[in-house]
């Protein structure tokens, strides 16, 4: 099992720039989930889905953040316009449901100069 | 609400020496909980987890956890610690819908020789 892929795995782009992260879970796993990690905030849920539909985008910070996920083996997460605080390690998660054990990805680390 | 509270943001211990990390949750329903260690770069990944039944689990690497409802707490321990074990390690409960894990703000571990 290929586990969960997250591309790019560090991103630097600067104030303004738009961003786009990817992630596609594994294989057979119906919940995915956005996950971002800073010093100061620790692990944050910024939204889940659940067969493809959100379930929960309460954690999303503000507008300039969206998130997709068009079929079951893709998921994007976008910054437009991005900002200097969003610079955190962005996880992506797979799980066969919501409570079940969730597998990570390895993270993208961005950095927003 | 769900809650998870982890005691202690960093906690040393000598190689060979007892490890325990605390966590305490708050929870309105019978809750499903989780360990999970992160080392550095990587993702996160499962240690152990409670679901229902037996109230002490084990998990990988020589960790247990036990979970006591009386004082609502799901401690991490292990008998010897290794070099290896040096990591974050994170307390998770299930929210009360049941759809999404709620994360402690994690436990650094330092293992010394």
């Known amino acids: 099992d290929a586990g969960v892929i997250q591309s790019p795995r560090h991103e630097v782009t600067e104030m303004g720039q738009e961003v786009t992260l990817r992630c596609k879970p594994i294989?057979?796993?119906?919940?995915l989930f956005w996950y971002r990690q800073t010093m100061m905030r620790g692990l944050e849920l910024l939204i889940y889905?659940?067969?493809?539909?959100?379930?929960?985008d309460s954690g999303m910070p503000e507008d300039r953040f969206s998130a997709k996920m068009p079929n079951a083996s893709f998921s994007t997460l976008k910054i437009q316009p991005s900002e200097p605080r969003d610079s955190a390690v962005y996880f992506c998660?797979?799980?066969?449901?919501?409570?079940?054990?969730?597998?990570f990805g390895p993270g993208t680390r961005l950095l927003v100069l | 609400a769900q809650s998870v509270t982890q005691l202690g943001s960093h906690v040393s211990v000598s190689e060979g020496a007892l490890v325990l990390l605390r966590c305490n949750y708050s929870?309105?329903?019978?809750?499903?909980l989780f360990w999970y260690v992160q080392y550095p770069n990587q993702g996160l990944q499962l240690l152990l987890k409670?679901?229902?039944?037996?109230?002490l689990v084990k998990g990988i690497n020589g960790f247990e956890a036990e979970f006591k409802k009386s004082e609502t707490s799901f401690h991490l321990t292990k008998p010897s610690a290794h070099m290896s074990d040096a990591a974050e390690y994170f307390c998770?409960?299930?929210?009360?819908?049941?759809?999404?894990?709620?994360f402690g703000k994690g436990t650094t571990l330092s293992v010394s020789s």
């Open positions: 998660a797979s799980s066969r449901g919501a409570v079940e054990t969730q597998y």
């Open positions: 294989s057979g796993h119906n919940s």
């Open positions: 889905f659940n067969n493809n539909v959100p379930i929960d």
């Open positions: 929870s309105s329903v019978p809750p499903y």
């Open positions: 409670y679901t229902t039944g037996a109230t």
């Open positions: 998770a409960v299930s929210n009360q819908a049941g759809t999404a894990l709620i």
